[in-house]
């Protein structure tokens, strides 16, 4: 039997990376690699909402069915609730195979709080887009000025392979009859060039946190972290305030004004006090709002689809992917570098003059977010 504190996959060498930001960048990449894709187009996203965005997918898909390439598709059931049946005819009437994960019911309440968040593109085996954004015209720029700001990481080489396999392990649970899409890679070589997946099912198996506390712990120069969501565990909150207290550089940001949840915002700010005093560094993004997820130390950063949340901890199935490559370091520092000029510093002595307000919407937030840590720790996978 497999300890619980291994790790599903081994690292990897043989890898390329391409950071790639908001829908601007990543859409079109991602759209070109299914119109190359030559045997096999695997899609798995938790956000899939008819609009512009995902008729663009929606008709690439189509053409790549059409030209013998199999195509499947899993998503979320209640992530997917904005997919006209129309759309979802569209795929299925076209030969793609079409797994919606979990279907909520007032009947099978617990297994309807068990969401597949994971947002991944996987052709041929060979390539891969891992990250945060979901395929909705919220992250499209040609749409509003308002578009979400969000990052994807585009991956050719070995690491591809275990993706595929984290996918296949998913859809083979629920759905007949079974992919078997994987071929054998060489395990990493290279100390400074590797790349590793992290899995999230739950309480029993999050590599993710687990291996983001390892790092954050061991950092010796900085941490940087964005995160939309950021109602963490105190495990990974004591960390930073550990790392910044030994005088590493800890800077994280945070949306600001703009927000899908601001209730979600009021109670990431109910953790400001007690970082600042341990002299982390709080920004506030500014121009939009910002949904990417990525952890940076030292010279290894993961990004995927954890939002580091009691979801995440307890119910979700998430994927990320966690790095040591010197090229696509100095890609994630310069996103870091850019959206660290976009955001506004929170100064420790006028946030401790907030307004008796703005402390009363932190402590309500509070009320509610505590109400579903326990939620999702009662109904744990």
Avoid at 145 to 157: C, F, Q, S, T
Avoid at 250 to 276: A, C, K, M
Avoid at 297 to 316: A, P
């Amino acid at each position: 039997m497999k300890k619980k504190t291994a790790y599903q996959y081994p690292w990897r060498s043989n890898n390329t990376f391409q950071v790639l930001v908001d829908g601007a960048e990543f859409f079109p990449a991602m759209l070109d690699e299914i119109k190359k894709a030559k045997q096999f187009i695997l899609l798995e996203h938790y956000l899939f909402e008819s609009g512009k965005a995902a008729n663009e997918f929606i008709t690439e898909l189509c053409r790549a069915r059409e030209k013998g390439i199999k195509v499947f598709v899993l998503l979320d059931e209640y992530g997917s609730k904005g997919l006209n049946i129309q759309d979802k005819d569209k795929l299925i009437n076209s030969g793609i195979q079409l797994l919606l994960y979990h279907p909520t019911s007032i009947f099978h309440f617990s297994k309807s709080l068990k969401r597949d968040h994971r947002k991944l593109l996987i052709a041929d085996n060979k390539v891969s887009f891992i990250g945060g954004a979901g395929i909705t015209d919220e992250f499209s720029s040609e749409l509003s000025n308002d578009y979400w700001h969000d990052v994807m990481l585009k991956i050719e080489g070995d690491v591809v392979s275990d993706l595929t396999h984290s996918f296949q392990k998913i859809w083979n649970k629920y759905k007949t009859p079974h992919l078997n899409l994987i071929s054998k890679k060489q395990t990493a070589t290279d100390k400074k060039n590797k790349a590793r997946v992290l899995i999230a099912e739950g309480a029993e198996r999050n590599e993710i946190i687990r291996a983001i506390i390892k790092q954050i712990r061991s950092s010796k120069n900085r941490v940087w972290l964005t995160s939309p969501y950021f109602i963490s565990s105190w495990k990974i909150r004591r960390a930073l305030r550990d790392a910044a207290k030994k005088g590493i550089d800890v800077r994280l940001i945070f949306p600001g004004e703009h927000s899908d949840h601001n209730w979600i915002t009021h109670g990431i700010r109910r953790y400001y006090q007690r970082l600042l005093k341990a002299n982390a560094a709080v920004y506030e993004f500014q121009p939009r709002f910002t949904h990417s997820k990525i952890i940076l130390c030292d010279d290894w950063f993961t990004i995927g689809s954890s939002n580091l949340d009691r979801w995440n901890q307890f119910l979700n199935l998430d994927a990320n992917i966690e790095v040591y490559n010197e090229q696509a370091y100095q890609q994630i520092t310069k996103v870091f570098k850019a959206d660290f000029a976009k955001s506004s510093l929170i100064i420790l002595n006028q946030w401790s003059t907030r307004s008796f307000l703005q402390q009363s919407k932190e402590w309500i937030s509070g009320i509610a977010i505590n109400f579903l840590g326990f939620i999702s720790r009662k109904f744990k996978r």
